[in-house]
């Protein structure tokens, strides 16, 4: 199994800067199934990222993933009051031994 | 759009089981696997098991396997999880997600359920 390791555990940041967050893998994600989840407080996950780099549907651009091999990163260019919240990376490159890494958490400073 | 409903969850004691159900609407159900994915509280997302559009293959994470049943009835829009022989670190809030390829199982999660809370405790 691929063992995601997600930092920094928390994130604090003003609205307006820039968030940078990071996920490595114990192996390389060769077919770079990787994916970005948001998930605010009482709620589901919502997918943010896919594919590395590929926004989902309704995302802002102000998202972005970037990476390969072992490690990536999700980007938020400058961050709204919405979007604090708790970012978990996955891997779906060895379906269904799937993966999530152990989150994000992005907290106003 | 895309909805899919969770319900059956509920308190029960270490050893019982407990049902849980998924309804979905707004996308044609039959044409896409489905996942369970659970939560324990204020930790991270842990996938359980995974159908296959058609039912045909399932899938689980060894820590459940032989406890969990996943299954589904595509006349009825429903998935289904099964929990036997519960234990109190499967108390979690269980989210059904659905796969985001039609007739292919990719295990990346396009839409998620609100989730249904399993407590298991004596």
């Known amino acids: 199994e691929i063992v995601l390791t997600q930092s920094p555990g928390t994130l604090s940041l003003s609205p307006g800067e820039r968030a940078t967050l990071s996920c490595r893998a114990s192996q390389s994600v060769w077919t770079r199934n990787l994916a970005w989840y948001q998930q605010k407080p009482g709620q589901a996950p919502r997918l943010v990222i896919y594919?590395?780099?590929s926004r989902a549907t309704g995302i802002p651009d102000r998202f972005s993933g970037s990476g390969s091999g072992t490690d990536f990163t999700l980007t938020i260019s400058r961050l709204e009051p919405e979007d604090f919240a708790v970012y978990y990376c996955?891997?779906?490159?060895?379906?269904?031994?799937?993966?999530f890494g152990g989150g994000t958490k992005v907290e106003i400073k | 759009q895309v909805q899919l409903v969770e319900s059956g969850g509920g308190v029960v004691q270490p050893g019982r089981s407990l049902r849980l159900s998924c309804g979905a609407s707004g996308f044609p159900f039959s044409s896409f696997g489905m996942h369970w994915v659970r939560q324990a509280p204020g930790k991270g997302l842990e996938w359980v098991a995974l159908?296959?559009?058609?039912?045909?293959?399932?899938y689980y994470r060894d820590s459940v396997k032989g406890r969990f049943t996943i299954s589904r009835d595509n006349s009825k829009n429903t998935l289904y999880l099964q929990l036997s022989s519960l234990r109190t670190e499967d108390t979690a809030v269980y989210y059904c997600?659905?796969?985001?390829?039609?007739?292919?199982?990719?295990?990346?999660?396009?839409?998620w359920g609100q989730g249904t809370l399993v407590t298991v405790s004596s």
């Open positions: 996955q891997q779906y490159d060895t379906s269904p031994a799937l993966s």
């Open positions: 997600a659905k796969d985001a390829s039609s007739f292919f199982d990719s295990c990346l999660f396009d839409q």
């Open positions: 159908i296959s559009y058609d039912g045909s293959k399932t």
């Open positions: 594919g590395v780099s």
